[in-house]
């Protein structure tokens, strides 16, 4: 039986592609397979394929874009485990075997490692470091995950079945499609994380994506957004509350539910879906009003406003009218708006000055120059002193979210291809 299915999605890649292949095929054992699937190029990377890849299969197909591509890939996939490789990194030597003695393990469908970046500058290589990394020593992987994307398909071997259980990429997205499936898989399946470095991740500007809809990938920030949006409407319809109280502990059942809708406003909000993050706070605050607010909800509710993408929708007249409402019921309402405004202060420190008058901007329209002056005071005393604790916990494992009758995200592949029926 095939071991690892290496999946490896092209587009006119022929300076770089070589390369990656290498740093694939120098670890690969007998029992593995690499599967190239060319998505149109129109350069020469379909010679470079030719002259590199030897026995492995190459899959040619007209340009459709990523997603069409690797669901393709899955469709011909042997092996028991499944790893997606880009055509322009490169993964670090020792790291398949690490992965698989991973993956291996008991109760496990998929791990990830980290990675780190580096650039070509004037023929050189320098090192960028990791960028966004949480800190997954609290929490569980999935609320990790569901707030933030920073799991990279290069870091990440899962094994078939996990595929065949989330579903195929949806081929609607033309962006976020990696991150669309890393959050399946993080909350669907049994996932691990090992503590290494797989593969260095190549920064540059080429173009990205179908030609339909291609952009430079250094002038993309509004485009992620707004596909990191259409997923986690989708998501917010999929995943119940009751998965968000399963990431907490306490005996009063209030408390879990309390802690749960804050973590849902959370991700609903680094996502800038601020009508619905504002419906769970609300919602929260009336829950155990007599229970003040403990130090793992405070925590949740200044990441709030810490996602990469900031908090534009927080701006917006009726969501600021409605934090500014929401804070003036008093009680723990005050405490959890207020709160989550603490999460900007520290960008009122940022290099950026669009992003420090941004922060100032939501502070002062909720609560008022006054306000801010008071948040500030407030916010050191809180650093110098413990904040008050009620008992509620974050688990480090949750049990994976089972969903009934998966959609097919595919868009024109025959029904033969898809994974769902093998």
């Known amino acids: 039986m095939t071991r690892i299915s290496f999946l490896m999605p092209t587009f006119n890649r022929a300076h770089l592609i070589e390369e990656s292949i290498a740093s694939v095929t120098s670890q690969m ?11 149109g190029s129109n350069d020469d990377t379909p010679e470079v394929l030719k002259r590199v ?56 469908d998929m791990v990830f490692a980290r990675y780190t970046r580096f650039a070509e500058v004037d023929g050189e290589r320098r090192d960028m470091g990791t960028g966004y990394w949480p800190d997954l020593s609290k929490g569980s992987i999935a609320r990790h995950v569901l707030e933030d994307s920073f799991v990279m398909q290069n870091a990440t071997l899962a094994t ?39 593969f260095d ?19 993309s920030e509004s485009v992620w957004l707004d596909y990191d949006r259409r997923i986690f409407e989708r998501q917010r319809q999929i995943i ?34 601020w009508s619905d993050a504002v419906n769970d706070l609300r919602a929260a605050s009336a829950l155990a009003p007599t229970v003040a ?14 996602g990469k993408h900031g908090f534009p929708g927080a701006l917006e007249d009726e969501i600021v009218a409605r934090l500014r409402n929401l804070e003036g019921e008093g009680g723990n309402a ?49 650093k110098m002193g413990s904040e008050s604790d009620n ?14 009758n998966q959609q097919d995200r595919k868009s024109d592949l025959p029904a033969d291809a898809s994974l769902a029926g093998r």
């Open 29 to 39: 054992s007998a029992d593995d397979e690499l599967i190239l699937i060319d998505d």
């Open 53 to 108: 890849t030897g026995d492995h299969r190459i899959i040619a197909q007209e340009n459709s874009g990523k997603a069409v591509a690797l669901n393709r890939g899955l469709s011909e996939a042997q092996g028991k485990f499944i790893w997606i490789c880009d055509d322009d990194d490169l993964l670090r030597e020792g790291c398949v075997r690490l992965m698989v003695a991973a993956i291996n393990k008991p109760n496990t």
């Open 160 to 198: 078939r079945e996990a595929y065949a259980k989330v579903g195929s990429f949806d081929e609607t997205l033309l962006r976020s499609l990696d991150y669309d499936m890393a959050v399946r898989l993080a909350t669907q399946v049994r996932c691990r994380y090992v503590d290494f470095i797989a």
């Open 201 to 219: 991740q190549r920064k540059h500007d080429g173009a990205r994506g179908p030609a339909s809809i291609r952009h430079a990938a250094g002038s």
């Open 240 to 273: 119940p509350l009751s998965f968000y109280q399963s990431m907490f502990t306490h005996t009063d059942p209030r408390l879990r539910k309390r802690a749960a809708l804050l973590q849902r406003a959370c991700v609903s909000a680094r996502h800038d879906m």
């Open 293 to 306: 607010i403990g130090s793992v909800e405070r925590d949740i509710c200044r990441r709030a406003v810490c």
């Open 334 to 382: 005050t405490e959890i708006v207020e709160t989550v405004l603490r999460g900007t202060l520290w960008r009122l420190r940022d290099d950026d000055k669009a992003m420090r008058q941004s922060a100032k901007d939501l502070i002062t329209g909720v609560i008022g120059l006054s306000g801010l002056a008071r948040l500030s005071a407030s916010h050191l005393v809180s």
């Open 391 to 404: 008992g509620i916990a974050e688990k480090r494992e949750i049990e994976p979210l089972i969903v009934a």
